[in-house]
């Protein structure tokens, strides 16, 4: 199915790429000013032809932008990281809507695709990231190897980022009273007070874990907190459950820890349990809590598709 295809002249005009773009895709990508690279360096980055026709059939979808039937601009969106793989223009056509126009396609498919939030990652002070910025897309706090900032567009509103220092108290009331809410099982758990939470979180929790919240139209409705690639709490406010807060909060981890991820929750908590399972998370080890909880237990791991 074409994708915002423009039927008026003098206008961008964006459709599918197909296997017969692959030379065109090339030839634009080894034209821009801005993050160049010879042909050379492309194969020495894994990028040939082969990837490129897999990155827009089997693993993705590409775009090609047109003018009066020349390629001039093409961007491609890969399904397994929910992300914007590739955008790029010729320089003579910058700054006529091309761009607009592809960035627009891919993040239409994704989203179609089921992702609440997308991703891409994008050289510091560039031409590139100012396009982005200018369009919504914000840090993640995220630098790639190759020092290339990772941005992230929400889809559904949700803006996942990093607690701040002033943030502790609403996190934790939002703890308190979601535990309240989920553990009516566990006696222990309904008798603690909201002091007796904060001292745990910040005595507790913040010295070991990494804490990410989700925020949606101003205030914090969920937070991760995650000790390298084990999810040690996500909670939701009760108020705002199944709204796509904790898939967003997964979908962070995930990036964070593309090789896997581990957590523990009750066997009780069915619905924490189909939302891992639903998330791809398998049941490994069935156990028992420490004391004083001492509450059978799941071990759930998620690993990705091939490991």
């Known amino acids: 199915m074409m994708i915002a295809v423009s039927i008026m002249t003098n206008m961008p005009s964006v459709r599918d790429a197909t296997i017969e773009d692959i030379p065109a895709i090339f030839d634009i990508r080894i034209s821009v000013r801005e993050n160049g690279a010879t042909r050379l360096q492309l194969e020495q980055l894994g990028i040939n032809e082969e990837t490129v026709r897999a990155a827009i059939s089997t693993e993705g979808r590409g775009w090609i932008a047109e003018d009066e039937g020349n390629a001039v601009g093409f961007s491609i969106a890969d399904l397994q990281e929910g992300s914007v793989f590739a955008l790029y223009v010729r320089p003579e056509y910058e ?27 994008v050289g510091m002070d560039t031409q590139a990231h100012r396009f982005y910025l200018k369009r919504g897309w914000t840090p993640t706090g995220r630098v790639e190897l190759n020092g290339d900032i990772e941005l992230e567009l929400s889809l559904s509103g949700i803006r996942v980022r990093r607690m701040t220092e002033v943030e502790a108290t609403p996190v934790v009331k939002l703890w308190h009273a979601a535990k309240k809410k989920a553990y009516t099982y566990l006696p222990l758990e309904q008798a603690r007070t909201f002091d007796e939470d904060y001292a745990f979180f910040t005595q507790k929790i913040l010295p070991h874990c990494e804490i990410w919240v989700a925020e949606l139209e101003g205030s914090v409705r969920g937070f991760l907190a995650i000790d390298v690639s084990y999810i040690d709490r996500l909670y939701v406010s009760p108020d705002d459950q199944r709204k796509g807060i904790g898939s967003a909060l997964i979908d962070q981890a995930k990036k964070f820890f593309p090789s896997g991820l581990e957590l523990h929750t ?3 908590n069915l619905a924490a349990c189909r939302f891992y399972e639903k ?21 759930y791991h998620w690993r990705p598709v091939g490991i």
């Open 95 to 121: 700054g006529r809507g091309f761009g607009g126009k592809l960035l627009a396609a891919a993040v239409e498919w994704l989203s179609c695709q089921g992702f609440n939030r997308v991703w891409l990652a």
């Open 279 to 299: 998330h791809g998370f398998l049941a490994v080890r069935f156990g028992t809590s420490p004391p004083p909880e001492s509450e059978p237990d799941v071990e």
């Open 266 to 268: 009750h066997q009780k």
